[in-house]
């Protein structure tokens, strides 16, 4: 286990993901391009983020969120540390159709967004 990942695991609720498979899976995106990340995290709410965040910079690591992936040039690619907001962070926290604004955590995708909005057409 790297230090970084010894680090977050003490500091963080959400997964710590360093084993090669996993880093493997997370070296791609919707694009061509391939770069194996440091490792990869899945906060549980804000608060991991933050650690997340301190921890990496502790270690002279770039950090990476990650949504879902889609991006189609390389964007989520890096010798970094992904933050997967998919994984645990895809709540709509709120939805108000008179002012027509939406307040959802990060993770939130469009299609999952639409559908709650089009139920107020
Ligand atoms: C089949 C297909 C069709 C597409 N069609 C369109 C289209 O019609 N119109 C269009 O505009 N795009 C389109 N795209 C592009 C893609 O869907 C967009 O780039 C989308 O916005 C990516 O969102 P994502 O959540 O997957 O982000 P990711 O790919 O996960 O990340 C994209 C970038 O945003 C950053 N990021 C992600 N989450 C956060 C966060 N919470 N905080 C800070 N930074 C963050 C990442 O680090 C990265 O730099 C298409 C892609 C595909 C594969």
Do not use: C, K, W
């Not at 995290?41 to 949504?67: K, Y």
């Not at 709120?94 to 089009?118: H, I, K, M, S, Y």
């Amino acid at each position: 286990m790297s230090d970084l990942a010894a680090a977050l695991r003490r500091e963080i609720e959400g997964e710590v993901l360093d084993d090669d498979y996993s880093r493997h899976l997370f070296s791609r995106d919707a694009s061509m391009y391939a770069i194996t990340p440091r490792g990869v995290v899945a906060p549980r709410h804000a608060g991991d983020v933050v650690a997340a965040v301190r921890v990496a910079a502790e270690h002279g690591a770039a950090v990476l969120p990650r949504g879902a992936g889609t991006s189609l040039a390389g964007q989520t690619v890096g010798d970094a540390l992904v933050l997967d907001l998919s994984r645990h962070m895809s709540a709509i926290l709120d939805l108000d159709p008179e002012a027509r604004t939406a307040r959802v955590q990060p993770g939130v995708v469009q299609d999952q967004l639409n559908r709650a909005a089009g139920a107020h057409g």
